[in-house]
Every structure is written in C-alpha cells, then in structure tokens.
T-cell receptor, first 116, second 111 residues
Framework: NAGVMQNPRHLVRRRGQEARLRCSPM?????VYWYRQLPEEGLKFMVY????????ESGMPKERFSAEFPKEGPSILRIQQVVRGDSAAYFC??????????????FGSGTRLTVV | EDQVTQSPEALRLQEGESSSLNCSYTVSGLRGLFWYRQDPGKGPEFLFTLYSAGEEKEKERLKATLTKKESFLHITAPKPEDSATYLCAVPVSSNTGKLIFGQGTTLQVKP
C-alpha cells in the first residue's frame, strides 16, 4: 500500500514562473491537506480539500496560490508568479476521515521548492 | 489565540540518557494532541494521538502523556536512531482537520 506520493521531490523555478506541486493521497483516503514549512519555521496549514471541494483555505495566501483535488487524479497546489519567499518545503497529507476521528494524518515526503 | 509551544528547541543526549520533551498548548476545547517524528528531508511520521488528560501511549522507547495544559514525550534509554525532530500538533477545528504545529524539538543522540 503506497503512502502519500508527492512529486516532484525537488523543484527549481525562476522568479515569475509557475510551480505545480502534485499529491496522490493514500488509497481510500478522500481528505487532503497541504502544509508549508518555511526555513527555520514550523509547519503551517494552507488548505484542506475533499474530492472536488475546497473545505478550508484559511491558510492560503490571498494571491498567486490555488489548490484543487479533482474527481480523477492527484491534488494540485499551484503557485503562480513565484517569488523568492515561496521557497519552502510543501507537504501534503491525507486521511480517511477528519483528523479528530481517526488520529493523525499520513504525510508525504514533500516537495522542496527553490525559487532562484 | 490557539497556540502550541515546544521546549527545548534542541536537545543533545548521550545514548542511554533518558529525558523528556515538552509541548504546551492553548486551544479552545482540546480535540486531541498528536506527536510526529520528522527526519531530515522527509515528511512527519505519525507517532501518537492523545485525547484526554491522564492518557498515556507507548511505542518502543517513547511514551507520551497528556495533562490539561501540556504533553510530554518521554524518551527512555535513547539510541542514535532516535535522533530526529519531534513535533506536536493540535486540531483547532472539528470541521476542517486543521492542525497547529509547534516549532519542534530537534533531538540528537550521540553514541
């Protein structure tokens, strides 16, 4: 049973380009969460999605960032017109139901975005 | 404001030297507290969930305990392979699964 799969593992983008981060949740998991870990900072919640629905995007920056979890295929975190401050590790996690019901999430290994 | 604070930031132990990590939290209505382990370059790995004061969970050399204001992760006779960053987190909503993480404690166990 494969875990949460994230790709690419490493992504380098020039300022102004777009970054697309992909996340395939564990089999049977319909809840997906994205977190960002900036250098020297803790994990910060970005967005919570279920299939075809954004449930909570309170942690998403107002501009340039978007997320989706289509009926078919992986969840995508898109960052448009990247800036140096977007350089971070982006982690995806999934769960069968809401965290409080079944315990902790399962995290992927992350995508490390570097903006040059 | 919901908040999670971990201490110490870093901890160096000799192999076999037991110690404890602290996680203090302030949330309106505890819905559980989670401990994770994170190795360099990897995602957090789930360790424990605690739901009520007085609850304890154990796994190998680790034991997590919970009070009304804080949680402790006790490490008994640690080994070098226990070296990692340990994170605690609490949910802030029962509807969104949003977690607030502490900054983590980076543990280094020397042989």
């Amino acid at each position: 049973n494969a875990g949460v799969m994230q790709n690419p593992r490493h992504l380098v983008r020039r300022r102004g380009q777009e970054a697309r981060l992909r996340c395939s949740p564990m089999k049977g998991h319909s809840h997906v969460y994205w977190y960002r870990q900036l250098p020297e900072e803790g994990l910060k919640f970005m967005v919570y999605l279920q299939k075809e629905n954004i449930i909570d995007e309170s942690g998403m920056p107002k501009e340039r960032f978007s997320a989706e979890f289509p009926k078919e295929g992986p969840s995508i975190l898109r960052i448009q017109q990247v800036v140096r401050g977007d350089s971070a590790a982006y982690f995806c996690a999934s769960s069968i139901r809401l965290t409080g019901e079944v315990g902790g999430y399962t995290f992927g290994s992350g995508t490390r975005l570097t903006v040059v | 404001e919901d908040q999670v604070t971990q201490s110490p930031e870093a901890l160096r132990l000799q192999e076999g030297e037991s110690s404890s990590l602290n996680c203090s939290y302030t949330v309106s209505g505890l819905r559980g507290l989670f401990w994770y382990r994170q190795d360099p370059g990897k995602g957090p790995e789930f360790l424990f969930t605690l739901y009520s004061a007085g609850e304890e969970k154990e796994k190998e050399r680790l034991k997590a305990t919970l009070t009304k204001k804080e949680s402790f992760l006790h490490i008994t006779a640690p080994k070098p392979e226990d070296s990692a960053t340990y994170l605690c987190a609490v949910p802030v909503s029962s509807n969104t699964g949003k977690l607030i993480f502490g900054q983590g404690t980076t543990l280094q166990v020397k042989p």
